[in-house]
């Protein structure tokens, strides 16, 4: 068995640009950056690295992160890697790695509220944020 699964948690480099394919599917691209930090033991000071994520969203998802999301804002994402190539302008091959995105959890609140968070997938469709379901849990349902 195999597995091809991507966890990012960082925040947009800048706000999601979402286009329309030509059978009409909604797509998204957007940036997320992620840091490490870390003291350098033979230096002692503190020192940081920083990635960029290019990441691709389609149909609701895509269309969810387009009208909620923007550059600055907190977001983890799941999904797989898939990379890309093709022949450019210059006659060069070029390469570029992606997480195909599937499910997404926007951490910062509505209006960048911190705090807050929702969770989105293909499969889903979002509760209003003021909607809130209560459940009792009883001991005897509980299975250990």
């Known amino acids: 068995m195999d597995l091809n699964r991507a966890t990012i948690l960082g925040r947009l480099t800048r706000d999601p640009e979402v286009r329309t394919t ?7 691209s957007l940036s997320v950056a992620t840091n490490r930090v870390w003291m350098n033991q033979n230096t002692g000071t503190k020192e940081e690295k920083v990635e960029f994520h290019n990441c691709v969203l389609w149909g609701k998802l895509a269309e969810i992160a387009g009208q ?8 983890y994402v799941e999904g797989r890697l898939e990379t890309r190539n093709w022949t450019g302008q210059d006659g060069n091959k070029r390469y570029r ?3 195909i995105v599937d499910n997404m959890i926007m951490l910062d609140g509505p209006r960048g509220n911190v705090g807050a968070s929702e969770s989105y997938d293909n499969d889903s ?9 209560e ?3 009883k001991v005897e349902d509980i299975p250990f």
């Open 68 to 75: 909620y999301l923007s550059k600055g804002r907190r977001v």
């Open 97 to 99: 790695t992606e997480i």
């Open 135 to 137: 459940e009792e849990i």
């Open 22 to 28: 030509p059978n009409g599917r909604s797509v998204a």
């Open 125 to 133: 469709v979002p509760l209003p944020s003021d909607e809130v379901i």
